[in-house]
């Protein structure tokens, strides 16, 4: 999750009313962007592909209200990356009518916080799509929870409040249909993607490499005023240092960030320094 480090000892409500004011206004990204075959050097060896080396991608960013999400079109069907806050839905839904297609082939998600998964049950519900979560946050969200781990340099106050606040924010629990681990190729969705493993924000957050030109990195990074790393909650900071570095290396041409209303640059990425979201 991406909001302000502004938390109450004395108050738990303040601290969530902040967490919710933080997430609304986050805006989507405004216009749908295709891409095309680019050589990328990656840490991460995707399982053998039959596809072609490029698959047409068309990108559908949707406003989901407290985060980004994406439905990625390709010739064989929809995929979505992440689904929001429980009961945005309607907004997936909207914008499959406005592509003019039904056909959602999974529901893909980067990592188990409230914000990323919370509609996913409703949405597979819906659609029969199955849902993908790495292997080590699928428990979490199996158990309907947020494990948020510590505020960046406020570990004495994460210790006295997150216990207080992560109960508030379960949701319906939610079992994955799929396990996914580092490499994991998308191919028989019809899609040229496979799984980097990128973890710290939580054990099994991930990054979907599209085409190696795109990388949808849920919230290791975030754009706004300031492109920036995780720098709110994790649960391992160097690890988040750790993962910046390997997707830096992966050489992306555009990262689509779980927060902020622009896409960001390689330039951009490249030019986070890692050090900084180490604790």
Do not use: C
Request: charged share 20%; no cysteine; glycine share 6%.
């Amino acid at each position: 999750m991406q909001f302000p480090l502004w938390v109450s000892l004395t108050n738990v409500f303040l601290a969530l009313t902040l967490f919710s004011l933080s997430l609304v206004g986050t805006a989507a990204i405004a216009a749908p962007a295709s891409t095309k075959d680019r050589a990328a050097l990656s840490q991460s060896e995707p399982k053998t592909n039959t596809m072609p080396e490029t698959s047409e991608v068309i990108v559908h960013p949707v406003n989901m209200i407290a985060s980004n999400a994406y439905l990625l079109e390709t010739p064989e069907g929809l995929i979505l990356v992440d689904a929001g806050i429980p009961f945005s839905e309607r907004q997936v839904y909207r914008k499959m009518r406005e592509i003019g297609r039904d056909d959602l082939k999974l529901i893909y998600i980067t990592h188990a916080h409230i914000d990323h998964y919370g509609a996913a049950n409703a949405i597979r519900e819906k659609t029969g799509a199955p849902i993908a979560i790495h292997k080590d946050d699928a428990a979490t969200m199996a158990l309907g929870r947020t494990e948020l781990g510590t505020v960046r340099d406020w570990k004495r106050l994460s210790d006295v409040t997150l216990p207080y606040i992560e109960p508030l924010l379960r949701v319906t629990p939610t079992e994955a249909d799929i396990l996914l681990e580092d490499g994991d190729s998308l191919e028989e969705y019809g899609i040229n993607a496979y799984v980097m493993h990128t973890p710290g924000h939580t054990p099994g957050s991930t990054t979907l490499i599209v085409n190696d030109t795109m990388a949808f990195a849920g919230d290791l990074v975030a754009s706004g005023r300031k492109v920036h790393a995780q720098r709110s909650y994790a649960q391992d900071w160097l690890e988040v240092a750790q993962s910046l570095v390997r997707l830096a290396k992966a050489g992306p041409e555009i990262i689509y960030p779980g927060h902020g209303s622009e896409p960001i640059t390689l330039e951009q990425l490249q030019n986070i320094d890692p050090n900084y979201v180490e604790p």
